[in-house]
């Protein structure tokens, strides 16, 4: 009994540095967060909250939203189906190497992503221009650097994101199920829409919300694509802590707190929707 407690203690005691380590980049600043968007000038007030009940806040939340529902949706749409495309491809170094890629790709962003959509969509992109030679002009209609451009761009990273994803998900559909499925009469839409989209609706759930906090959360991108032109959340909590217009660092916490309420939301639905998975398989 002895020994069991001091292999417990031990135990304990090898995990002390990731406990500090959580407590110190974790812990810590969502507590001085929190506090600080608390803070003013009579004690603990919920002024700074009041303050971001302002028309171009609420558009920058709205515009927020948009785009990540939108992308969210997209990614999850796309990267189901390359993923379906990727299990079901009898080339073994196929599978391998576009599984690869999604890794790479998930893990592409910020400001090199938005640079070389720049070089490739950008009013002299290469691909901007090569459209033009064959007579297609994409400029005035279309521009990278609108909320439909960064759409693009949050695509490009939301994709691959599914993909990872919901692969496990779809691996484990088994073949007899569709053969049964096919043996007692059911046509294939049928067996998707009775069997195969209720097994992988977890999955593509819980890939919509981390996609959805995914996009929600991005800056870099964003910033670097379109800079100011497009009114984000991130862009308006960067704005008032560096202070191009106004410094109002309490107001910016703020608005970080209830991006960060919204990123809570999505991941515990993520880890609702992992655990269905997980007792369906």
Known sequence: ????????????????????????????PVVTLVRSSLSGGAGITLDNFARALTPNIIAAFGNSLYLSLTTAIGGTIFGTLVAYAIVTSPNAMLRHAVTALANVTANFGGAPLAFAFII??????????LLGYVGIDLYPGFRIYSISGLGIAYIYFQTPLSILLVIPAMAGLRREWAEAAASLGATKLEYWRLIAIPMLAPAMLGSFFLLF????????????????????VPVQIAALVRGEVVLD?????????LSLIIMVICLFAYQHFARLLRRGQ
């Open 1 to 28: 009994m002895a020994a069991t407690t001091n292999k417990s203690r031990l135990a304990w005691l090898g995990l002390t540095p990731f406990v500090l380590f959580a407590a110190a980049f974790e812990l810590m």
């Open 213 to 232: 906090a995914n996009a929600f959360g991005a800056y870099a991108t964003a910033w670097t694509l379109t800079g100011s032109d497009v009114n984000l």
């Open 120 to 129: 490739t969509l950008g009013s002299t992109g290469f691909l901007t221009l």
């Open 249 to 257: 660092p309490e107001l910016a916490d703020a608005l970080a707190v």
